[in-house]
């Protein structure tokens, strides 16, 4: 559970993959009144789902900040729309793709928000063969030695679990958080590193609950079954958020707790 409201800790909610329209009406309903119960300095949440269910846009960018986002991060399905990729590059928006995407890619891999660095990474087993998630993360907080903000967060969209947890214990005690996504299934991992830093496999997901990871079940069962391509359609009905609270010492920028919340959204 949360602590008491301590004026030293820095809390920070990482909300779990935006699935499409739904995720993003969960969001205006439901963070404004997060950010009040839990006095929130960071509200982050993974983007790369938030348009039809695949990408972003700079409409969908611009209404999820509207709902009070701070910093949308993202992975592998970033580059689905033409059209962010200019916001990716002006960086006027606090949008992020990967870090470790080959250096000329459009857009950045890390920004610094106030209090915190956010830094998104995206992993390479069963993904694609990117630049290392491992030797990315150390040449950064490596390169800026003195300069690193006390305050590290890392959203780590990765589909293996073991590299994700690899990941939490190579950054243990230079990160603040290692928060994992993209598999839109909440794990119960939720713990705190050696170091100080906090640690989930997966945050989950914000969309459809009856669902299968956000879209319609009979499409998904048909695909598995038939072996042929169908369209998956984004789920309906009600609609929940998953998110991760960590609570950090702006001081020493270390985790003092992570806890998971859960919230419908009708």
Request: aromatic share 4%; proline share 7%.
């Amino acid at each position: 559970m949360p602590s008491s409201q301590r004026d030293d800790l820095v809390r920070i909610l990482m909300i779990g993959d935006v699935m499409g329209r739904p995720g993003r009406k969960a969001l205006k309903t439901l963070v404004p009144e997060l950010r009040k119960e839990y006095g929130l300095d960071l509200v982050i949440a993974n983007a790369e789902n938030a348009a039809g269910g695949i990408g972003l846009t700079p409409e969908t960018a611009l209404e999820m900040m509207d709902a009070g986002v701070d910093v949308l991060t993202s992975g592998n399905h970033i580059w689905q729309y033409k059209e962010i990729v200019p916001v990716l590059e002006d960086g006027n928006l606090p949008v992020l793709r990967p870090l470790n995407y080959p250096p000329d890619a459009p857009g950045r891999g890390y920004l610094f928000n106030g209090k915190c660095m956010v830094i998104n990474l995206v992993g390479r087993t069963f993904m694609g063969p990117l630049d290392c998630p491992f030797r990315t993360a150390d040449a950064l907080l490596t390169g800026l030695g003195d300069k690193t903000p006390k305050v590290v967060i890392v959203d780590f969209h990765a589909e293996a679990t073991s590299e994700k947890a690899a990941l939490g214990w190579f950054l243990a005690g230079r990160a603040s958080a290692v928060l994992g996504t993209h598999t839109h299934v909440g794990t119960i991992d939720l713990r705190i590193l050696p170091g100080g830093t906090a640690y989930v496999t997966d945050v989950g997901m914000t969309g459809p609950v009856d669902s299968i990871i956000g879209v319609e079940v009979e499409p998904v069962l048909q695909r598995f079954v038939t072996r042929l391509p169908h369209q998956l359609p984004i789920g309906k009905g009600k609609v929940a958020l998953d998110a991760i609270l960590v609570e950090v010492d702006e001081t020493t920028g270390k985790a003092r707790n992570i806890s998971r919340l859960r919230q419908e959204a009708g």
